[in-house]
Each structure stands twice: as structure tokens, then as C-alpha cells.
Nanobody
Framework: QVQLVESGGGLVQPGGSLRLSCAAS????????MGWYRQAPGKERELVAT???????NYADSVKGRFTISRDNTKNTVNLQMNNLTPEDTAVYYC???????????WGRGTQVTVSS
């Protein structure tokens, strides 16, 4: 059974940084393109960044240059380094498969990121 467990969120001031991590199990992680998603209050879930099994990355325009997605196929983890955070980045962050390849039905609980002074 697919399990996705996100961690690393918290409260940070504008301009600050956070590093999110997602521990994955129940599927062949090393062969799976992954993504980070976020959902702000009252808004639909949106794709933030993706990474192929070989490490090629893609980003939403809103986070390009500030966020970095990475993966460790030996630990079955996908990470999101977030720098220069703004209040607009406030959301619950989730990991899942890159939606181009079909989302896993089982989402994790996500991790809350709040950017506020």
C-alpha cells in the first residue's frame, strides 16, 4: 500500500527558509517521477515542483528560483528546499507522484507551512 509521509513544515518569517521531506513506501520509488503540491486555504491544490527518476526538475513559475526539489533514491525520500518564503507560500504541502503519470489515490496528511511576521 502506498504511504506518503510529509514533514518539515512550520512557522517562518517572510524571507526565511524551510526544508520539507517526504518519506515514501509501497511502490518502486526509484522508478517513479515525484512531485510536491500545495493547497492554500480556499484554493485548489496546485503543483509546485516535479522531479523525474533521473533527477530532472521542473517548477511552477511562482516558486522558480526559490524552491529546489531533490530526491534520494537510497532513502526513498523526496525533498523540497524552500528559500525566500513569502506569505503567498502559506499552504499545506503534499508529495505524490507527478500527476502526468497519475496521482496515487492515497495522499499523506501533508505538512503545514505558514509564512508570517
Amino acid at each position: 500500500q502506498v504511504q506518503l509521509v510529509e514533514s518539515g513544515g512550520g512557522l517562518v518569517q517572510p524571507g526565511g527558509s524551510l526544508r520539507l521531506s517526504c518519506a515514501a513506501s509501497g511502490f518502486i520509488f526509484s522508478l517513479t517521477p515525484m512531485g510536491w503540491y500545495r493547497q492554500a486555504p480556499g484554493k485548489e491544490r496546485e503543483l509546485v515542483a516535479t522531479i523525474t527518476r533521473d533527477g530532472s526538475t521542473n517548477y511552477a513559475d511562482s516558486v522558480k528560483g526559490r524552491f529546489t526539489i531533490s530526491r534520494d533514491n537510497t532513502k526513498n525520500t523526496v525533498n523540497l528546499q524552500m528559500n525566500n518564503l513569502t506569505p503567498e507560500d502559506t499552504a499545506v504541502y503534499y508529495c505524490n507522484r507527478d500527476r502526468k503519470f497519475g496521482l496515487f489515490v492515497n495522499w499523506g496528511r501533508g505538512t503545514q507551512v505558514t509564512v508570517s511576521s
